[in-house]
């Protein structure tokens, strides 16, 4: 019997009250996790909240947040500790071609951040906006936040659909994909709840929370999505018709994402379409949707 694996997202929804203000030195597990920490910048406190929530729903390991503003230490010795970033910011510049989060990012995107060693480090971006009185300009900054770390030669993960907001235009869009999660705690605040732990929840599948490499870094046309976990016996009961169905496919044209945990590796088509898991050198399952 072949042995299948399949990646899926989960979503759902629990109720609980955000605490307000930052949180400093927490202890984190090393059981399969990596060192985050959770860094933003905030004019009113709002971006501070979403990143109060992002920590609750993360729990132990995640350190922070820390408002970049108030960082005790350089810049390069706080991002230094740890493997794995998750930065937020407001938008206030709207529009502006630079320098949008009117935040103490400003100051140092492109002075001293331009001095760090970031290269292969996980990053992934959160940010706040107004849909209904910026909707050309949605969550502008969140694209500045995220270009920024990705010229440095960061790992971006964890891109969002545009499915749900209202907004016109934004510049925080790659590809048809939000750049990172986006909350407008303006004119949505009720779902903001949510959408953090759809969120977290993605993280977790893409391998951000581990060491090692994460399952995409890239936003695809369509993400694979596996409703239930039914679908495992589903897919044993079914593992001889797949065998055969892999014979008709090849590897050409699709990339691999190795996951040191489960020793083994997805293989993601160019065009984001379908893909499949290699759990045996000797054989591979295809799954499309």
């Not at 996951?259 to 050198?281: A, E, I, L």
Request: net charge negative; hydrophobic share 35%; charged share 20%.
């Amino acid at each position: 019997m072949l042995v299948i694996k399949v990646a899926f997202f989960v979503s759902g929804a629990s109720a609980f009250a955000p605490r307000l203000g930052g949180y400093r030195g927490h202890s984190l597990s090393q059981l399969d996790a990596a060192k985050v920490g959770i860094f933003f910048g905030t004019s009113t406190g709002s971006t501070g909240t979403v990143a109060d929530m992002i920590k609750e729903e993360i729990g132990d390991d995640a350190d922070g947040p820390f408002d970049i503003e108030t960082l005790e230490g350089s810049v390069q010795e706080n991002f230094g500790k740890y493997s794995a970033l998750i930065v937020g910011t407001p938008t206030w510049n709207t529009g502006a071609d630079t320098e949008r989060s009117g935040t103490g990012w400003d100051e140092i995107y492109y002075s001293s951040m331009q001095e760090l060693n970031l290269k292969g480090k996980k990053v992934a971006v959160f940010g706040l906006g107004d849909q209904e009185s910026y909707s050309e300009n949605f969550a502008d900054a969140t694209g500045e936040l995220h270009d920024v770390f990705q010229n440095l030669g960061c790992v971006m993960v964890g891109y969002t659909s545009q499915e749900g907001y209202e907004h016109d235009a934004s510049k925080s869009i790659r590809g048809d994909k939000f750049c990172g999660l986006l909350c407008d705690m303006v004119n949505q605040e009720d779902l903001s709840e949510g959408r953090v732990q759809n969120w977290v929840a993605q993280l977790k599948n893409e391998g951000f929370f581990e060491e090692g490499n994460v399952v995409a870094s890239v936003p695809v046309e369509k993400v694979i999505d596996v409703a239930a976990v039914s679908t495992f016996s589903i897919l044993e009961e079914n593992s001889e018709i797949l065998d055969q169905t892999i014979e008709t496919h090849s590897n050409n044209g699709f990339k691999p994402y190795h996951n040191p945990q489960s020793k083994s590796t997805m293989w993601v088509s160019s065009d984001g379409k379908s893909c499949y898991y290699t759990v045996d050198p000797a054989k591979v399952t295809v799954v499309s949707p």
